[in-house]
Structures are given as C-alpha cells and as structure tokens.
C-alpha cells in the first residue's frame, strides 16, 4: 500500500517550504519531516510490534476460547528476542466453522509494506450457502514450508481436525 507521503518527494518538501514560509531546509530535514509524516499517516510499527503481547491478553480477556500464540526466535539468552510468528483464531469463527459450514477451507497470504514486511497468512471457511468469512489469521516474517506447517497444525488444532489429516 502506497501512501502520500511515499509520492512526495524531498526536493517537493523543500520547495513547499521555501515558497509557503519563506524558510529555506536542508534535505536531512525535509527527510526527517517526511519520516514524520509517515509515522503519523501509518503509525509506528516498533509500538504495534511492543503491543502485541498485550493484544494477546487483552483478546484472551474478552474470550477464554480465542485462540493466540506467538512465536519468538531466541538463538541464545544473550540475543534480543525476534518475532517468528503470531496465530490467532476468534472463537466465534471456530464455532460456526465447526458447527454449520462446510469442511472446506481457502488459504491465502499477503505481504505487509512496512518497515519490518512479513506476511499476512489467512483461512477462511464456507458456509452452505457458499459465503466465505475469516477462520484463522497469522502473521510471519517469511512464508516457507515451516511457517504453513505451524500455522496449518494450529488451525487444525483448534477446529478439531487435527486426527483427520496429516502432513
């Protein structure tokens, strides 16, 4: 997703400035303005990364049965923990997956335009009256054979598949 603050260029920030407020600004600070701005316009990603554990306890709060796990890479106790993988699975969507639809599921990915990138993996389900609507969610640095398997065995986990088909 491309926003307006990636179309506008430094030189543009220089000459605004200079012709609105008769202000004349390096490029390092029409740079720094721009990150600003596109901070403000998509929000810090470093936060949203921060809130995520809460997000977790806020979701498992509100629905005992939603289902949220994450994984984080630790090589060794010294290295800052990295994000691996985040799954998560409203109970709601089980439910009615479980109870009136289809055994049938769609995946799909996307990749995140961020400063961090990542992927959006997805599951949705179908009803009998051919409507689809999201089951699971999960979220990865990289989409590789070991990412699927992980998401895949959780969701299997939770709609209560998992004895029925193998990997």
Not at 39 to 64: F, H, P, Q, S
Not at 141 to 166: A, C, N, P, Q
């Amino acid at each position: 997703m491309q926003t307006q603050t990636d179309t506008v260029r430094i030189l543009d920030i220089m000459q605004n400035m200079r012709q609105q407020y008769s202000v004349r600004i390096t490029v390092t600070r029409a740079w720094k303005a721009k990150l600003i701005a596109k901070k403000i316009n998509m929000g810090d990603a470093d936060k949203k990364y921060e809130n995520l554990w809460r997000y977790v306890v806020e979701l498992r709060r509100v629905n005992i049965g939603n289902t949220m796990k994450i994984n984080v890479d630790r090589p060794s106790p010294s290295i800052q923990p990295r994000f691996g993988y985040f799954y998560f699975c409203f109970d709601g969507c089980k439910k009615v997956f479980i109870h009136g639809c289809i055994p049938f599921v769609g995946v799909d990915n996307c990749h995140f335009k961020t400063k961090y990138g990542g992927q959006l993996l997805i599951v949705v389900g179908r009803d009998p009256k051919d409507r689809y609507f999201p089951l699971a969610f999960g979220i990865v640095v990289t989409e590789t054979k070991e990412s699927w398997r992980w998401f895949i065995r959780l969701l299997m986990k939770d709609i209560g598949l998992y004895r029925r088909y193998r990997d």
